[in-house]
């Protein structure tokens, strides 16, 4: 599922943009495709627009019903009567996912014989300091299970102690739900810390939700401003 907006504060219609000849969210669509991990891929969306962009190229798009303040939420209700086990939310500005990356996060879920995982997600390691400084950089502490700590725009784990070399991780956007942790993140209101850091990984946390994260080295391009854009095009080149 490609949760797929047209509004976007930062840099409006960003997902309709041209990369080489075809809209962003075209190009993550059939990035998704092209993995041939998946039964159905799907755009969710609230845009006529982008509905048009990707059915005229002989994809696959839902519009949503309502008005969603996130993702999962637009999500759950385009999964809410599909017998499905595990949902994968592959963001719409990433249009270099990659087969790698998701193969790993949908690998967790047949080693938990436990079932006591409800979603895994994906972390790269950053040293750029200004990276780790940029709020627009969503960074992620994990125990030593790699289970998610918690999510922040802040750097963390903050360095106090100047000797040791604690990693910092990036935390990309992409999801893999088992569909009851989903249902339950629609139905459960947001918290003060979801509602502070605007995170919605948060809010899985905040009731007691286990997150897996895998770590890859495939940062990518997720494409958030004008300037990634500009980064993205020449990378497609």
């Given amino acids: 599922m490609i949760p797929a907006r047209y509004a976007a504060s930062r840099f409006p219609a960003k997902l309709m943009q041209d990369l080489s000849g075809k809209p962003v969210i075209l190009r ?12 159905e891929v799907y755009v969710v969306t609230d845009s006529s627009i982008i509905f048009d962009v990707i059915t005229e ?15 999962s939420d637009r999500i759950a209700e385009a999964v809410t009567n599909m017998d499905v086990d595990i949902i994968v939310n592959v963001q719409g500005d990433e249009p270099f996912t990659d087969k790698k990356s998701l193969a790993g996060v949908l690998a ?8 006591e995982i409800d ?16 709020p627009n950089t969503v960074k992620v502490i994990v125990d030593n299970r790699n289970f998610a700590l918690y999510f922040s725009r802040s750097p963390i784990p903050y ?42 990984a ?14 890859t080295n495939v ?7 004008p300037e990634d854009l500009k980064r993205a095009q020449a990378a497609w080149k």
Avoid: W
């Fill in 119 to 134: 979603l895994a997600s994906l972390m790269v390691r950053i040293s750029d300091s200004e990276e780790i400084e940029n």
């Fill in 57 to 71: 190229a002989g994809g696959k798009a839902i519009m949503s019903l309502k008005e969603h303040e996130c993702g």
């Fill in 108 to 115: 967790v879920f047949k080693t938990d014989t436990k079932s």
């Fill in 202 to 215: 948060i809010r899985y946390l905040e009731y007691g939700k286990k997150i897996k994260m895998v770590e």
């Fill in 28 to 39: 993550t669509y059939e990035a998704a495709i092209n993995t041939e991990l998946f039964d």
């Fill in 219 to 225: 940062s990518g391009i997720e494409i958030d401003t």
């Fill in 159 to 200: 360095p106090r102690a100047k000797e040791i070399d604690a990693p910092y991780y990036k935390h990309k956007g992409i999801y893999a739900f088992r569909k009851s942790a989903l249902m339950d993140f629609q139905r459960l209101p947001m918290l003060e810390l979801e509602a502070t850091e605007k995170i919605e």
